[in-house]
């Protein structure tokens, strides 16, 4: 069975940086991650993307530049670092895990999803 458990959250100054971690267990069939996030009356958004197999990451316009994933495959974890961020940053990040190859921006092809880590940004 995966499971997806995120860390690194937390508070921060607008302009600062944080790195979130998500180690995934039970991978087996799992080909890509990404990250999502949701703020208070927001829909959930898509930020990153990245295969598990090959050196391919994708990114919502929004972050490119300012976010960076990657991975760590011995240490089944993804990572995405977060650079000069703002006070509309904040929100509840999860990452989530996929079977597809290819690599998507929507929710629906991620089968899992962790519990998700608080960040807040404040001016």
């Known amino acids: 069975q995966v499971q997806l458990v995120e860390s690194g959250g937390g508070l921060v100054q607008a302009g600062g940086s944080l790195r979130l971690s998500c180690a995934v267990s039970g991978r087996t069939f799992i080909s890509s991650m990404g990250w999502f996030r949701q703020a208070p009356g927001k829909e959930r958004e898509f930020l990153a993307a990245?295969?598990?197999?090959?050196?391919?990451?994708y990114y919502d316009e929004s972050v490119k530049g300012r976010f960076t994933i990657s991975r760590d495959n011995a240490k089944n974890t993804v990572y995405l670092q977060m650079n000069s961020l703002k006070p509309e940053d904040t929100a509840v990040y999860y990452c989530?895990?996929?079977?597809?190859?290819?690599?998507?921006?929507?929710?629906?092809?991620?089968?899992?999803w962790g519990q998700g880590t608080q960040v807040t940004v404040s001016s």
């Open positions: 989530a895990a996929s079977a597809s190859v290819a690599l998507r921006s929507t929710s629906a092809p991620y089968g899992y």
């Open positions: 990245i295969s598990w197999t090959y050196p391919t990451t």
